[in-house]
């Protein structure tokens, strides 16, 4: 056994900034080389970014990534960091297009492999976009073979692994652009285990930390041993190079043939020989967090990547005094700063007196800034234009926030970021084109209502434990959730209780069971079946909805198509 | 040679009405027994729908979907149809869920056929729900060996095809929910004689004729000959029942073994001999259609079908005495009657005196109801609030406009049209949330700004040559396009004449040419940057806009699906 040291850049990068992508791996390279990495691997697509989507099917686009690619090599060269092999993801073309990983050293390119597990469930469409690769790729390099693999490799069964298992290989390469959605960190660790055991080698596996739309990868990087120990393991949500020694068995001549396999093995030799074997050095394994520092973490990220992403520098949000908005403008003093955070109130004739107290609170909390513009005259006239009463005027009340926030933004360039949760996102629970439907960004999208509660409990706790300011009112958690648009209402007079509606939810939505697998869950049939169809029903609205990040394993968007036109009713 | 009596059901369905489709069945079934039909074909997902996409995903909506096969076969010879074959399409779950075609007869299902090629591009996303079926199905009956397949089968080279060739087939139903976009009429017939030509017998293709969210389904049923002849052709957008004598070759005995092919040949017998033969009676080639007319009639079905599929009867549109609402206006009035059409003039200081009476005059001309209302006041009241200028200004009142049509929507239960055309959404000229971008549909989403006048004077041409009224103001089609949302304003201020941005925009858009290949058709390289940059950028608004009915070779929609955070910019 040697030891090879080995930088995983658990890095971001920004869709179709290649120039910028480029830049992160010239700069990543070179701190990894300084800590005396000897292979420094980057992230599934690191320079295009992932999930480019369509952009694949511009063949300017894909021609760029291969330029980038092979001038990136150059870069390193010229930069003094040829001899330190960097593997790195990108797009390809060899007539049809391929999700690549690349083996660059000395100003070459040495290998490609093309990911052969495509995903297409879910959030992924890559048989859209992608043919699948055939050959694994093999690279002989300080004496060890180098097997080259991308994400989904490591969640199919059969190909790279087994082959790699029979080629026997030293070590496995894994590069991920790996979307995060609660509880997932807990597959990924026993799945490498698995495959390493397959391999028979260590697996090293690296995924980016970044916000893209919907998505937000979570890092979580690691390497595991075909004994299932686990060797490293980085934090989730940061950014960083960690270089970690990982013992490998040196290769063997002639390498084994493999025959009759899904996959061809593809060999490669940089002729570079062992380096003196170093002492490995023990790595971190970091301590796993709880669900709500996590899902929190991740909202964070994906609004802090949006925002910065699409070129804000503030925000500005309805402040209702309620819980949603409360944990939205908390979410966005993290991501952008407290000061870049602009909250609204808006009273309407039917506002309470603690929807404008506890909203000013909030704002104080989070050293954003508050204004109160009441809509009170506006309201009234609509109202006596059209004469509305009933649904009619709660709405119109809703409309003219949205359409106030949407001209502060037009006024001062800040993003819009709408309220609403996946609760009411779910049964429609939510006037179109209001405050917590408009806008550029939705943070709680994906966030079920009782984890909008615990989400700010967690946060206010960690602020309490820590003896700092807790930046959500507590009355704004306390209190009993109204929409507020006509006197006296609740969001009780309407729909269940939360608890009971999100455990519906989750069932109906997420996990696609029927009404009667539901009912026999021990669910009320009636209460079911008006569920369903309120979620069945609302699916224009959410195709009208701004992009959310994405928490849980099945979100609105572009994880759950349903058709709008749909008469399925479950009996 | 005999020949076998073909009924050809280009029929409609609504996705997930399995027991109104399963009506339209029995009812079309027997339509074509009447008419001496032997064997009645239906389209592709007939007793589903289609597409009904993550639908699939639900277990008990593939249960159902196999349960209405086995109760459509028992019903249709409860009625007294048993005698008559009858090929039909649903979702079948072998342990995977499939795309397929079942021969029904006496009662009981004869043969099913699992879909070979699932298309996975453009607005299709069939590697997302279903394994593909790896069996050619020929069933012998009345002593022809009839083999089946669906839909992207007849697209892709290789497979069923020429598989059924090798086994000496006598005829190949086809069946589809094929959608419809310009021209596409055009390369179904070549294609369809060269898959005769490889199987060496007559090709029958059904298509459906329905809407459904952003896709119509045109029909165009029609069979051939492998020597490329058509027998038989049906009009678009036409649903009806067409009973076709076709001619084809006698089963022989043994059948023709065939091995070493991707797919195993499955065969099947019915027991039914050949019947007398009858004297084959020519059937009509129904003559093609202009592009206008084939265009106009594709919104009417797409917005007909989302209207009364839902549970809608009126639409409410702003009325600007513009080009776009006067076509939304036209094509809605055709679809739902003009008495079920409400225009809504909302006039601002900054409208022109034509404004108000070109739509007051629209509304005249297709019988519908006409109001104004202006927003004179109301624009005041959000101006001196928040003290607006510029584009904020301007921003307010088109909203202003989106929130009277949506309370009026509340009011009165009409389904609101957006009138934003594919030109304006495709440049982000338009106010997110105004009345060209709110609503449940939007009828021009997916037709350029040229083409709209284009459609108006075609629909225009066409009244005037039958004597009618003309359904459109000349004076709408003829004045300069204009916002009106500020004095004297013209589209013209801020975009290229509409031949040209149209010329880029179909390049950039719809075939994804790279901005120097377009340079190079012949355009300014900034004005080619310019509109490359406007269409990049507006990717978030687009995402909120309501569907409407892909007419194009690419749609916005599902089936362009680009990032809304992308760096990428063409040198």
């Not at 890095?11 to 292979?39: F, I, K, P, S, W």
């Not at 609170?361 to 059209?386: A, C, N």
Request: with cysteine.
């Amino acid at each position: 056994m040697i030891a090879l040291r080995l930088g995983l850049a658990q890095v971001n990068y920004t869709v179709g900034d290649l120039g910028g992508n480029t830049e992160t791996v010239l700069a990543r390279a070179r701190q990894a080389v300084d800590a005396g990495a000897q292979l420094v691997m980057f992230p599934e697509m690191m320079l295009t970014g992932y999930p480019v989507e369509d952009l694949v099917l511009r063949p300017t686009f894909r021609d760029a990534s291969r330029a980038a690619l092979d001038e990136l090599a150059v870069r390193l060269d010229d930069a003094g960091l040829g001899r330190t092999a960097v593997v790195v993801g990108y797009i390809d073309d060899d007539g049809r297009p391929r999700n690549a990983s690349a083996f660059l050293l000395g100003g070459r390119v040495v290998a490609r492999y093309f990911k052969h597990h495509l995903p297409n469930y879910g959030v992924f469409d890559e048989r859209r976009y992608f043919a699948p690769g055939t050959d694994l790729t093999v690279v002989r390099h300080l004496g060890v073979d180098i097997a080259l693999t991308v994400c989904e490799d490591v969640w199919q069964d059969g190909g790279p692994f087994t082959v790699a298992g029979r080629a026997g290989v030293g070590l496995v390469l894994n590069i991920n652009s790996s979307p995060y959605e609660r509880h997932k960190d807990d597959l990924r660790l026993p799945l490498l285990q698995r495959r390493s055991a397959e391999a028979g080698a260590p697996i090293a596996y690296v995924n980016s930390v970044a916000g893209q739309d919907e998505l937000v990868f979570d890092g979580d990087s690691m390497v595991v041993e075909p004994d299932g120990r686990v060797v490293f393991r980085a934090p989730q949500f940061v950014e960083d190079v960690y270089v970690v020694d990982v013992p490998v068995a040196e290769a063997v001549d002639p390498a084994p043939e493999v025959t009759g396999e899904v996959m061809t093995v593809s060999r490669f030799a940089t002729g570079v020989p062992p380096a003196p074997a170093h002492e490995p050095e023990p790595a971190p394994v970091a301590p796993r967090i709880g669900d709500e520092e996590e899902t929190w973490l991740a909202l964070v990220l994906g609004l802090r990547d949006y925002v910065a992403k699409n070129g804000f520098r503030s925000v500005v949000l309805g402040v209702s005094g309620g819980i949603d908005s409360a944990v939205v403008a908390a979410v966005a003093a993290e991501a952008v700063g407290g000061d870049n955070v602009y909250g609204v109130s808006l009273p309407s004739a039917y506002s309470s007196e603690h929807s404008r107290t506890d909203a000013e609170d909030l704002m104080q909390r989070l050293g954003g800034h508050f204004r109160t513009l009441p809509i009170k005259s506006i309201v009234d006239d609509y109202v006596s234009e059209l004469s509305l009463t009933g649904v009619a005027e709660e709405n119109v009340q809703a409309r003219i926030r949205g359409t106030l926030l949407m001209a502060l933004s037009n006024t001062d360039g800040h993003l819009v970021l709408a309220t609403g949760n996946k609760s009411e996102l779910a049964v429609g629970y939510a006037t179109i084109y209001d405050a917590g439907s408009i806008g550029g960004f939705a943070p709680l999208k994906d966030v079920p209502k009782t984890l909008v509660w615990a989400l700010a409990r967690w946060r206010n706790a960690r602020a309490a434990e820590r003896g700092r300011t807790l930046p959500i009112p507590p009355n704004s958690i306390e209190k009993p959730p109204s929409a507020e648009l006509s006197p006296g209402q609740l969001d009780s007079d309407s729909l269940p209780d939360y608890d009971l509606l999100d455990s519906i939810l989750t069932r109906y939505v997420d996990a696609d069971r029927g009404v009667e697998q539901i009912v026999d869950d021990g669910f009320d049939r009636e209460l079911v079946h008006r569920i369903a169809r309120m979620v069945d029903a609302a699916e224009w609205k959410r195709r009208q909805y701004p992009p959310g990040t994405k928490v849980s394993f099945k979100a609105f968007g572009r994880d759950r198509r349903l058709p709008i036109t749909n008469r399925w009713r479950e009996n």
